[in-house]
C-alpha cells in the first residue's frame, strides 16, 4: 500500500466535504497524490453533487500545498492553533473548491 485517501461528508445540508490523503514517502514526488485527489474531487462534485471541498494542511507540508494548488483548489488562509498535537498546537492551511470551479477546472 502506498497510502490512502477519503472523502469525508462534513454537511449535507450545505452540501460540503473535506478530503484527506497520506502517501508513504517512498511514493512522494510521483505525482500518487495529486492523482489521487483529483480522483476525489471529481467523486466528489460529479457523483455527490457536493458544492464545496476543502482540504487543510500542516504549512510545514509544502509537497501537500502544492498537490491542492495544482489540483485548482484556493488556498483561502491560515487557520491558526487549529490543531492540538502531542508536542503543541499546530496551524493549519485551507483550500477549498466550489463546484462552478470544478466545472472550470475539469
Same mark, same amino acid.
Given at each position: 500500500m502506498i497510502g490512502m485517501i477519503e472523502l469525508n461528508i462534513r454537511s449535507h445540508t450545505d452540501r460540503s466535504g473535506e478530503i484527506g490523503y497520506i502517501v508513504h514517502p517512498?511514493?512522494?514526488?510521483?505525482?500518487?497524490?495529486?492523482?489521487?485527489?483529483?480522483?476525489?474531487?471529481?467523486f466528489g462534485f460529479e457523483e455527490l453533487q457536493l458544492h464545496r471541498i476543502y482540504a487543510t494542511c500542516d504549512p510545514r507540508n509544502s509537497g501537500s500545498s502544492?498537490? $491542492?494548488? %495544482?489540483? @485548482?483548489?484556493?488556498?483561502?488562509?491560515?487557520?491558526?492553533?487549529?490543531? $492540538?498535537? %502531542?508536542? @503543541?498546537?499546530?496551524d493549519s492551511l485551507m483550500f477549498s473548491m466550489l463546484e462552478h470551479e470544478w466545472t472550470v477546472a475539469r
Open positions: 517512498d511514493a512522494w514526488g510521483q505525482g500518487v497524490a495529486t492523482a489521487a485527489a483529483k480522483r476525489m474531487l471529481k502544492k498537490v $491542492l494548488t %495544482k489540483i @485548482g483548489m484556493t488556498y483561502e488562509g491560515r487557520l491558526r492553533d487549529a490543531l $492540538l498535537i %502531542k508536542d @503543541g498546537w499546530r
